[in-house]
């Protein structure tokens, strides 16, 4: 669970690691491993596998009223049963 949020840039996104492993970095700066939760101030969130250093898709960016647009901080979630993961956003 982290309290992100960012000034400024809407379509910027805030991100959120699981279940990963940073090294070595993408050319674009992206964890090699890993499952990446993230949104933008503008009330859109995405979610995807790095696998072996290419984004594998989950959820497209889709809408949700649970952000708070903006100048502020959202919370994002990730709980991990087993296998399964599960994504919240200010829950």
Do not use: M
Not at 41 to 61: A, E, F, H, M, T
Not at 72 to 79: D, Q, S
């Amino acid at each position: 669970e982290a309290r992100v949020g960012r000034l400024g840039c809407d379509t910027c996104a805030n991100r959120l690691y699981v279940r990963g492993t940073p090294n070595p970095l993408t050319g674009g700066n992206d964890w090699y491993h890993g499952y990446v939760f993230q949104y933008v101030r503008l009330g859109y969130y995405l979610i995807y596998k790095q696998v072996g250093g290419s984004p594998v898709l989950i959820q497209d960016w889709t809408g949700s009223s649970a952000i708070i647009q903006g100048d502020n901080f959202n919370v994002l979630k990730v709980v991990a049963n087993g296998p399964s993961l599960f994504f919240y956003i200010n829950d």
